[in-house]
């Protein structure tokens, strides 16, 4: 019986262990091959690893230091066919955003451009939880240093990183969310196309057409234009819950700073212009 007992202690113990084992984040990058897994443990051994500190980090608000690896050099062999085969990082992360992320945005970062990184989280040391979250920004996240170099946008810094993966430009990509290809090359709406990818798209789709999971689509089944006035539509996105306020809201509000008035209304022209509703009174 003791025998029995201690062969099932024993067995209990490797399941356990496997499952523990199981648990450890992995950062998954896929890139023309077959996938390849990095955990934490892996990404904090590697030579390339260093410390960095984000004077403005976009998802805290405030100065942060981080054990990182430079994303350049974690792709290294892959670049090859990172280059022929695509043009865009899609940034996965586990609460369903999705960052795409222009390749040459990456590769500005070896020609005096902002540099990319992917800041890891030690198990022994984890990071405090983000504002007004229960959870942190961790196992991985990416963040840029010299952000103003490049323009990097707020909706670029991915935390939460689950996969990096290869892709098509959003425009070719899903068709759908392009606006008809006889604008003109200044008409408010194609800007405003440009305003939604980097701005909106890590959050939403448009007609279906692209990869998040956080936020409603915003082309169907009926457009925000169908049911709210310019006004309100100006006032949701600046600052969402002196709208609207419900438990699970995720939305933050976006600021002059982060977006222009004159971009804002470019986005109003892009929605109106994908909408077969009347354009906002």
């Known amino acids: 019986m003791r025998a029995l007992l201690a062969l099932l202690i024993v067995a209990c113990g490797s399941v356990a262990e496997v499952a523990a084992q199981d648990e450890t984040p992995v950062l998954t990058l896929t890139f023309g091959g077959g996938p390849l897994s990095f955990s934490t443990t892996d990404l904090l051994a ?15 608000g405030k100065p942060m230091t981080y054990r990182a690896v430079p994303l ?25 955003f999705v960052a795409q992320i222009p390749l040459a945005l990456v590769m500005k970062g070896a020609q005096g451009g902002s540099v990319a990184w992917i800041a890891v989280e030690d198990p022994a040391a984890p990071w405090p939880p983000l504002p007004g979250k229960g959870l ?19 909706e670029l810094w991915p935390y939460q ?22 604008l003109p090359a200044d008409a408010p709406a194609r800007r405003g196309q440009a305003v939604f990818m980097a701005q909106c798209l890590s959050c939403h789709r448009m007609k279906g057409g692209g990869a998040a999971e956080m936020g409603p689509d ?7 234009i169908g ?23 995720q939305m933050p509000g ?26 906002p009174r």
């Open 136 to 154: 942190n920004a961790g196992p991985f996240y990416l963040v840029w240093e010299y952000p103003e170099r490049s323009n990097v946008s707020n």
């Open 46 to 60: 590697r030579p390339d690893a260093a410390t960095i500190t984000i004077p403005a980090d976009v998802a805290y």
């Open 218 to 224: 915003l082309g169907k089944p009926m457009s925000p």
């Open 72 to 96: 350049l050099g974690l792709l290294g062999d892959m670049m090859g066919d990172l280059t022929r085969l695509y043009d865009t990082i899609e940034a996965t992360s586990t609460d369903g």
């Open 254 to 279: 976006f600021d002059t700073g982060t977006l222009p008035d004159a971009d804002l209304d470019a986005l109003i022209a892009y929605l109106a212009h994908m909408s077969p509703e009347t354009a």
């Open 161 to 182: 990183l689950s996969a990096l993966s290869g892709a098509e430009s959003p425009a070719h990509r899903w068709p759908q969310m392009a606006v008809d290809a006889r």
């Open 227 to 249: 049911y709210m006035s310019a006004e309100g539509l100006r006032a949701l996105i600046r600052n969402p819950k002196a709208v609207r306020t419900w438990p699970q809201q």
